[in-house]
Structures are given as structure tokens and as C-alpha cells.
Nanobody
Framework: QVQLVESGGGSVQAGGTLLLSCAAS????????KGWFRQSPGKEREGVAA????????YYADSVKGRFTISQDNAKSTIYLQMNSLKPEDTAMYYC?????????????????????????WGQGNQVTVSS
């Protein structure tokens, strides 16, 4: 069982930056998929960014492309989400995620954004609030 511990997040004004971090409690293969999702009240959880080590692909939601960057430090079993140029619509609970698969699922490839179906483990969630 992989436990994911998140840190970062908080409140920021529009245009600001935040860095989210997520450390895995046990070793996770560098090839396994890892990513970030978010959920706002009344909305479904949506994929924000993900890395698939099997083929080296990354996926981003269209709404964050050019503003958010996902990265990983394999030595620390940690992934990051650098969020720049934040907008009020980025306000949500952000969840770190990891999966056993190494390649994006059909759902991810079809949508072009990370799919919940690819996830086997979830972090506890961290609130990000962007004020206008």
C-alpha cells in the first residue's frame, strides 16, 4: 500500500504562484504513473497533470497548460506541481495521485487529460484558494 503525503497549497492572489509537493511513504517505481487532480464543490474530480514513466509522456488539462508544471524527484519519491499565473478558477482541493500502470489508459489518451481510472492511490488533499 502506497501512502501519499502532500504539502504546500494555501491562499494566494490571482497571478501568484504555489508549489505542491507529494511524497510517497514507500518506494514507487519511476515508471509508475503519478499526477495531480483537483475537485471543486459540486464538481467532479478532474485530472490536472500526470507523468507516465513507461513512455515518458505527460498530460495536462487544457486549462492549466503553460501555467502548471509537473515534475518528480525519483531519489526522494516525490512529485511536485508548480502552479504559476494562478486564477480564481484554479481554486479547489488538490489531490496527489499514483497508479500501478506505467502507460496512460485509453481514457487518458482519448481525453488528453489524466483519468481517474489510472489512479490506485490518493493523497489526503490540499486546499488551494486563489482570490481575485
Amino acid at each position: 500500500q502506497v501512502q501519499l503525503v502532500e504539502s504546500g497549497g494555501g491562499s494566494v492572489q490571482a497571478g501568484g504562484t504555489l508549489l505542491l509537493s507529494c511524497a510517497a511513504s514507500t518506494y514507487t517505481s519511476t515508471s509508475n504513473c503519478k499526477g495531480w487532480f483537483r475537485q471543486s464543490p459540486g464538481k467532479e474530480r478532474e485530472g490536472v497533470a500526470a507523468i507516465y514513466g513507461g513512455d515518458g509522456t505527460t498530460y495536462y488539462a487544457d486549462s492549466v497548460k503553460g501555467r502548471f508544471t509537473i515534475s518528480q524527484d525519483n531519489a526522494k519519491s516525490t512529485i511536485y506541481l508548480q502552479m504559476n499565473s494562478l486564477k480564481p478558477e484554479d481554486t479547489a482541493m488538490y489531490y496527489c495521485a499514483a497508479g500501478n500502470r506505467e502507460y496512460p489508459s485509453y481514457f487518458t489518451q482519448l481525453a488528453g487529460t489524466p483519468a481517474v481510472a489510472d489512479v490506485d492511490y490518493w493523497g489526503q488533499g490540499n486546499q488551494v484558494t486563489v482570490s481575485s
